[in-house]
């Protein structure tokens, strides 16, 4: 399975931006999709996933502003980050633990 990440870009604090994680293969390839960030000099962190049955999960750092969608026809998993931070800037990466699959990640950057 291989797994392309989009979205990334710079916005403002208070602004808004939606990743992209598109999977090759089929349905099972977006099946359980986790999402992480990391910042340089600091471990990869999780910060959502979605499970087979659609159930969502959300570090407590994002409850509340990141949301997550699943679009099977299209075999993409989207992170919806409104809200945004500047401790929210970080290369975003998907992942599907299954096959322990990664993207290349994307760049977030929150700053005025």
């Known amino acids: 399975v291989q797994l392309v990440e989009s979205g990334g870009g710079l916005v403002p604090p208070g602004g808004s931006l939606k990743l992209s994680c598109k999977a090759s293969?089929?349905?099972?390839?977006?099946?359980?999709i986790e999402w992480y960030r990391q910042v340089p000099g600091k471990q990869r962190e999780l910060v959502a996933n979605?499970?087979?049955?659609?159930?969502?999960n959300f570090a407590p750092s994002v409850k509340g502003r990141f949301t997550l969608s699943r679009d099977i026809v299209k075999n993409m998993v989207y992170l919806q980050l409104d809200s945004l931070k500047p401790e929210d800037t970080a290369v975003y990466y998907c992942?599907?633990?299954?096959?322990?699959?990664w993207g290349p990640g994307t760049q977030v950057t929150v700053s005025a």
């Open positions: 992942k599907q633990p299954v096959y322990d699959s």
């Open positions: 293969g089929g349905i099972e390839s977006i099946s359980f």
């Open positions: 979605i499970n087979r049955d659609g159930s969502r």
